[in-house]
């Protein structure tokens, strides 16, 4: 499917349009997995743990302050570095700003220290890297199933938001509760709202890449383009 299409837009908002548009290029632009280097590669994946039930201005501030800091520094991660990471995740220094102007805590510090270092010690110390996990498997939902089973702080959401950012795959969807009422409002007959097995959301996702399809559209920017507008529905 070309990322060039607009084919079967007039059926959307015309606000829906202007995203999907905009995303185009910046999908485009974006690097593939096989011209990452293994720690952008990491880089993508605490991302997408850190983004795990918080807003995403939060786990963009917390990723920035970790990476500055060497929290996440592959070389230099130890079993200990939980506890380092948590104490860090606890100051009052993150995103968004409250409405006094007061920076936050990151919401689960201990938690994700924990997930954090739990996906180091997957990946780096019973695997050789993301790069080969990504070398060894062709198949998109076979990965999603090995990060989902391995890494701690990875459901399909993150792992399909992670598999999506590094462009290892397009026809997969980062289902959150944005994407969820878009489908709710714009598909009949509507999904409904569902507890988020992992038998629903593969259910889900068939239905909203058939979406895309049907409008001849690509999946991964479809769902960044309903993303943002449902933020601001």
Request: hydrophobic fraction near 40%.
């Amino acid at each position: 499917m070309s990322t060039d299409s607009v084919g079967g837009l007039c059926t959307l908002p015309p606000r829906l349009i202007t995203s999907y548009e905009k995303h185009i290029d910046g999908y485009n632009r974006r690097p593939s997995w096989k011209d990452l280097r293994e720690d952008e590669l990491w880089s993508e994946l605490c991302f997408c743990i850190l983004s795990s039930n918080v807003p995403y201005e939060m786990a963009a501030s917390a990723l920035l302050q970790l990476s500055q800091k060497g929290f996440l520094d592959t070389d230099a991660f130890t079993e200990r570095c939980a506890r380092a990471i948590a104490e860090e995740l606890s100051r009052p220094i993150y995103h968004p700003e409250r409405r006094d102007g007061s920076l936050r805590v990151y919401r689960f510090p201990r938690r994700r220290a924990h997930d954090l270092v739990g996906a180091w010690r997957y990946i780096y110390k019973q695997n050789a890297g993301l790069t080969q996990l990504l070398q060894e498997r062709s198949s998109p939902p076979d990965l999603r199933l090995v990060l989902v089973s391995g890494v701690p702080g990875i459901g399909f959401k993150e792992a399909s938001h992670f598999l999506r950012d590094v462009k290892y795959t397009d026809s997969i969807a980062v289902l959150d509760s944005h994407i969820i009422s878009f489908m709710n409002l714009f598909v009949r007959p509507p999904p409904g709202h569902h507890s988020m097995t992992p038998r629903w959301y593969v259910r889900l996702e068939t239905l909203f890449v058939g979406l895309a399809r049907d409008l001849d559209l690509c999946p991964a920017i479809l769902d960044m383009a309903i993303w943002e507008y449902m933020k601001q529905v």
